[in-house]
């Protein structure tokens, strides 16, 4: 159980004002976050008290997807910035390295597919997905069951949208029932939401100094870095009321986060 | 891919299929006439509103094995440079279609320095992004900032925006590649 601003966890559901007090002194306490993504270097030094629950590498292997325990490392080092991210704003969280994307930042939709199923079933509850699949019909169904899936379990699943068009639908940021990151141009640490936008929120992602691969760090710039942002949100606010669902979370991160206006806009 | 007209729209499908064949067999040498001087003046263009050194069209050959170079700006001497598919971070944004945004390159170990050592160069920002045309990828557009030697001062480096603007060349390139494939095979087959 973690502390929350009163003392204890809280059951029930926040009013507004304590849901802003639950994402200024929550912790990540007591929340499983996934990391869906290229792996994660645990001994990398910005990571060195990021408690890593699972490590699990998704592979192909004749025509089956088999994972491999204990196999999460990082193949690229894009996961590993992600974590990193996610540290900084939510430091006590669990985080689960599900690795379904390999050394040239490719994936598969089934590897994709098995790696999110393993961590809704692990109970993480949140899973971070700082990738976009190409917005096509054929990839519609195996990317909806299991957002679906992760929805009527109470999981929250935070996507990033494509780098340079938030309009341009990917899976599974376009999804109405994900929460879908853009980057936002701008040095705040703030959340920014656009309303009638599918991929409503957007945060800090350019020129991002992030752990890498090797133990070393880069300059990055992408929505892939504003997502944890989000994700890392999320899990503050669950540290402090663990059974707020998916649905209830977009809007209390809606009504925490500051209007998004054009400026913030690399699309100009 | 083929504009909604009454005229074509029951022979889309027929239409695109003609131009993917016609984009897998465009080679890197042929590339260059696809763009023409209208291409080649956007791209100047671009690349000083991002503030590049260079900027590049990298092509992948029929094999899929090598990016080739097919067009640079400023200075036509990279045309003809190849790079393997598994090699670099424009192969990274071939094969997983996103565009990728690094201020500090030298520091990624997936940067290749091959090309930069051959060219006594030092790559210090790049923006790599998908090119598609025919209804696939086909290669990538890539700019970078140079810095004299490893121990310089890194420039300014890339924003999100100038990322944005890059993409954007590349759809408005597709769309130029693509018509003037249609042209090709109207005069050809039509």
């Known amino acids: 159980m973690t502390t929350s601003p009163t003392g204890s966890r809280c059951s029930g559901w926040p009013s507004l004002d304590e849901a802003r007090e639950a994402s200024r002194v929550g912790t990540g306490a007591g929340v499983r976050v996934a990391v869906i993504d290229s792996g994660v270097e645990a001994r990398h030094p910005r990571l060195a ?16 997807v088999i994972a491999i325990e204990n196999e999460g490392h990082d ?10 991210i996610l540290h900084e704003i939510a430091p006590d969280a669990e985080v689960g390295s599900f690795r379904v994307i390999d050394a040239r930042s490719v994936s598969r939709t089934h590897l994709i597919c098995a790696g999110v199923r393993e961590a809704i079933h692990r109970g993480y509850h949140i899973l971070n997905c700082s990738f976009g699949c190409r917005g096509l019909a054929k990839f519609i169904l195996p990317h909806k069951e299991w ?24 899976w599974p940021s376009h999804f109405a029932s994900v929460i879908g990151v ?52 999320i899990a503050r606010i669950l540290s402090v009321y663990p059974g707020i669902p998916p649905a209830m979370m977009h809007t209390i991160l809606s009504s925490l986060s500051e209007p998004w ?4 806009s690399s699309d100009r | 891919m083929i504009a909604p007209d009454p005229f074509l729209s029951e022979h889309s499908a027929v239409v695109e299929k003609a131009l993917a064949r016609a984009a897998a067999e465009v080679t890197p040498d042929d590339f260059s006439g696809l763009i ?56 990274l944004a071939y094969a997983s279609e996103q565009s990728l945004c690094e201020n500090k390159v030298a520091l990624n170990a997936a ?36 810095k ?31 018509y003037r494939l249609l042209i090709r095979l109207f005069e050809m087959e039509l």
């Open chain 1, 49 to 64: 008290s990021l408690r890593i629950r699972d490590s699990v590498r998704f592979e192909e292997n004749g025509g089956s």
């Open chain 1, 75 to 84: 193949a690229y080092g894009h996961g590993t910035a992600v974590a990193g």
């Open chain 1, 147 to 170: 957002a679906d899936e992760a929805w009527l379990r109470g999981v929250h699943i935070v996507a990033a949208c494509g780098n340079t068009d938030s309009r341009e639908a990917e």
């Open chain 1, 182 to 233: 853009d980057l936002a141009e701008t040095t705040s640490e703030s959340l920014f939401f656009r309303r009638d936008h599918l991929v409503g929120f957007s945060a800090r992602g350019e020129n991002v100094e992030v752990a890498w691969l090797g133990g070393g760090v880069q300059q990055q710039t992408g929505t892939s870095f504003a997502t944890p942002r989000v994700s890392g949100a």
């Open chain 1, 261 to 264: 206006h054009p400026g913030l």
């Open chain 2, 36 to 91: 023409g001087d209208s291409g080649g003046s956007m791209l100047r263009a671009i690349r000083e509103v991002v503030a590049a050194d260079s900027l590049s069209i990298w092509i992948a050959d029929v094999a899929e094995t090598q990016l080739v170079v097919t067009h640079t700006e400023p200075d036509p001497g990279f045309v003809g440079w190849s790079q393997s598919l598994g090699e670099g971070l424009t192969s």
């Open chain 2, 111 to 146: 940067h290749s320095k091959r090309t930069d050592d051959a060219l006594g160069q030092v790559t210090a920002a790049m923006i790599a992004t998908p090119f598609y045309f025919g209804g696939a990828i086909q290669g990538v557009i890539s700019c970078v900032q140079l």
């Open chain 2, 148 to 178: 004299p030697s490893p121990d310089a001062p890194d420039p300014a480096g890339f924003s999100a925006r100038s990322m944005n603007r890059i993409r954007r060349l590349s759809s408005v390139l597709e769309q130029l590649v693509n």
